[in-house]
C-alpha cells in the first residue's frame, strides 16, 4: 500500500505537476509537516494553520490538590523531598492507537518500574496484550466524551510516541483540560508541549528517562498545577476555533482576492 501511494504521488507530483498547476497552498497543521513537505520537493506556499480544539471556560479551574502525607518509600528512592502536598488526581493516561510506534511498550514499561503509580490506556490494537498488568487499567475504545473525560480526570498525559507525530489532537485535548503532558521530542510534538512549561518532552525509546519523568511529574502537585494553567491559558488563546477561523479565511480570502 505504502508503495502505491509513493507512486502515485511521484506520478502526479514530480511527471504531471498536478499539485503545482491545480494547488495554490498547502495548508499544513504543524511546522514540522510544512517543513517535510518541503522537504519532499514541494515548491509551492505551505500555510500553517494549527488545529483547534473546543475551550470550554468552566473547566479553565484546577482542582486544589488534596492534602496527603509524601510517601515515605518515595522520598527513600529518590521522589520529591519537600513538603508540598501530592496531588490525588487521577492517573497516568496513554490515549490512542496500541501500536508500536507509539510507543505503547515504553508506556507499560515505565508502568512496571512504578508500581505504586496507577497508569490508564485508551486505545486498541495489536499491542493490547502488553497492558495487562496490575497497575495499568485497560479501557479498550471509549466513546468520545468518555475519553475527554478520562483526560481531564487524568494526572499526566503521556505521549511516548517513537514515530513522527504530526499534531496529535490528544494533546490539545489535554491542553484545554488543563492536564500536563510527558511527550517525546519529536515531529510535531514540540510546538505542542513546552517543556518545563506546560508539560514535559523527553528523548524517544527512552523508557529510564520517561519514567524518572513521569514519577516526578506525578508526585509534584505544584508543578503540575502550573503546567496545567499554562497549558489552558496557551489552548485558549492559540488554539481556539476563533482563531483556527480567523487564520482559515484569511488564507482563502487572500487566495480569491488573488484569483478574482
Known sequence: ASAAVALEMYVHHVILNVYGKHLAAVIAPSEFLAGKLREWGWKG???????????????????????????????????????????????????????????????????????????????????????????VKCHGVLPPEETRAAIASAAVLVVPSRWYENAPYVVLEAMAAGVPVIASRMGGLPELVRDGETGMLVPPRDVETLAKTIEALYHDGPTQRRFGARAQEIAAEQYGPERHYERLTAIYDELRSAVA
Open 45 to 135: 506556499r505551505v500555510e500553517v494553520v494549527p488545529n483547534f480544539v473546543p475551550i470550554d471556560d468552566r473547566s479553565r479551574v484546577l482542582p486544589p490538590p488534596t492534602p496527603t502525607v509524601l510517601d515515605s518509600d518515595l522520598r527513600a528512592a529518590g521522589g520529591p523531598r519537600s513538603a508540598s502536598p501530592v496531588r490525588d488526581r487521577g492517573s497516568v493516561l496513554f490515549v490512542g492507537r496500541l501500536q508500536e510506534e507509539k510507543g505503547i511498550e515504553d508506556f507499560v514499561e515505565a508502568a512496571r518500574r512504578l508500581p505504586k503509580i496507577p497508569f490508564e490506556v485508551i486505545g486498541d490494537g495489536p499491542m493490547a496484550v502488553k497492558c495487562q498488568m496490575s497497575n
